[in-house]
């Protein structure tokens, strides 16, 4: 099997000859070559230059042999695109004007993909042809929520206080703007598979930080507007929480067909709950790869325990950290293979 | 029943005419009374002051008639009386010259609270006395996990890189500063019983951070030994970690009466996942409290839903907020009452 058959059966949870594996943000600033495109291209421009977001997403593969490769870009891409002025500093995203009204939502527009977000289409269309069908592309988008809280907040947070409090004090205000970045986000999607991602990643991050009940309210039937859109779409439909451990029942109705999980619960724990309906992706702490390869296989093959034989992705539990060695990100690319040696021999 | 009777048949999981009530860091800058306090004595001073302190704890009871009170204090005091230098400034706590190796470790102490923490257990005495048993007296500590964390980071942190880096790649280095801190803080809850307190709770609040695999070596092994000595010295034993909801199952196995439980997670859904042995502590979203007083009392009504008439203490699933009005938490302690009127109507 190649890495896009590998990967692809196992979100179909098929037989697979070993456990496909990628990490997310795996384009990033632990490379050295990406570092090196940043010093002469600003975050954003990076984005949106295809021919340079080409490059920075094949850089990973290039160098350890991932089974996927997912398209650089960011998650905010849409919410630019739909009038949102977005800007990148040391600290993270800061986006001006917050959205606390329904005025301020009612300002926010729906985008066509193809003529307000061509550059993600077109860079996915080039990673198609340069991965020529060894390597899967996978698409992303973040989730309603997740987006909301950035527009809301005005960048990131740690208690997350603004929209929560938009949440329980004016919830029709909120309701409003989820509604809105659902359409841009399920048409952002399905243009994605048009273009040729074999696979979406819905990024709700910051939907753990939600009570359960919170959760069933704002998060959860806002992504399966746009899983469903990706299943529509032909194509395997992936779902992140960060911090899931305790509404994975709850994430387990989004209509998605694989559960990509934090570090904070096991995976065997995950399966036990949510059922033998869905691939499992994940799910080592990024921290662990601050340490050394031998400490980053140990966990690797524990994941790869937990995980199964069949419909587990081995992942990070969230995006790898920018100090990570690279020694260490090779030994977790690698622990598919040293599990399959080490048991075998 | 008084507050005092209602708290601690609680946490023996016996009938209460109704679910007791206090709150997470209930004495604090949402209130105006400490916030006048605070503009003549700096923090550190405040802890340390057993008449200031008293009147500190006093206050929120004062106001709003919670059936609990909790002592006054920071969890690194016993962290400075091992010898490291803490101070406070705007975004939290600061610690010089962090704990990163075996030398760092054995440069602390394990003091006698008696002689180098005695204020805290001035102000249990005077607590005790001035509650008239009308009210139960709460004493606390930082797990030994928590506290590392902070003396590893050198203050606060989001992703804990440094303590999780020390655990996968130095893991001696992390167990003899985990031990040393599991002696103290051990101490440190039994002199407060002594003193006067009725419960003890142990907070290791950033546990929950840990994959369960390290949860299992570095929080839980550690949280054991303080969590049987304060049963040992005869008084209930809290435990709380945020971010608990994957590793539940791992949490009920620590040794406490009480498990109290962040947001993320259904009360009834934690019941049904640890069993029948533990009265359930929480779990109200802090951030509901930044809305308005109806949405409070909507949200505590469907905690004391989920958590059942025995067994449950209401609280919230972090500490209170320092921007909440005042009125939000006035409705979040009356929510028991509230609730027997309505279920009496």
Redesign the interface.
């Known amino acids: 099997m190649n890495g896009a058959e590998r990967f692809l059966a196992a979100c179909a949870q098929k037989p697979v000859d070993r456990t496909p594996v990628w990490m997310m943000r795996q384009a990033g600033r632990y490379l050295p070559e990406y570092r090196a495109m940043r010093e002469r291209v600003d975050f954003l421009t990076l984005c949106k230059s295809p021919e340079l977001a080409c490059e920075a997403s094949l850089q990973p593969v290039r160098r350890f042999g991932m089974d996927a490769c997912i398209v650089f870009s960011d998650i905010l891409i849409p919410v630019e695109a739909m009038g949102a002025t977005v800007s990148f500093n040391d600290k993270g995203p800061a986006l001006e004007d917050p959205v606390r009204s329904m005025t301020d939502v009612d300002r926010l527009h729906i985008p066509d993909p193809q003529v307000h977000m061509p550059f993600t289409l077109q860079t996915l269309r080039a990673l198609r042809a340069a991965l020529q069908g060894e390597t899967a592309l996978v698409g992303f988008c973040g989730a309603p929520f997740t987006l909301a809280a950035y527009l809301v907040e005005g960048g990131g947070s ?4 603004t929209i ?2 938009l949440a ?2 004016q919830p029709a205000v909120l309701h409003a703007l989820l509604a809105k970045l659902a359409q841009t986000v399920a048409d952002y999607a399905a243009a994605q598979v048009a273009a040729g991602a074999q696979a979406v990643q819905l990024f709700d991050t910051w939907a ?7 959760y069933e309210r704002f998060a959860l039937p806002y992504q399966k507007i746009v899983l469903d859109r990706i299943r529509g779409a032909g194509v395997a439909a992936i779902l992140y929480v960060n ?5 994975l ?1 709850h994430m387990a109705r989004a209509g998605a067909d694989v559960l990509s999980v ?5 995976l065997d ?1 995950v399966r036990a709950r949510v059922g033998p309906s869905f691939a499992l992706q994940g799910n ?5 790869l ?3 390869p031998e ?1 980053v296989q140990h ?1 690797a093959h ?1 994941a790869l325990r937990e995980g199964g034989a069949v419909g587990h992705i081995l992942n990070l ?1 969230h995006g790898i ?1 920018p ?1 990570t060695p690279l020694e260490c990100a090779k030994a977790f690319v690698e622990a598919p293979l040293t599990a399959v040696e080490r048991n075998s021999a």
């Open positions: 740690k208690s997350f206080a929560k409090a329980y004090g753990g930080e939600l009570a359960p009940e919170a911090g899931c451990g305790g509404i029942e934090d570090w904070r619960v096991a724990a080592v702490d990024p921290a662990v601050l340490s050394t400490a966990a524990g539990g950290l100090a």
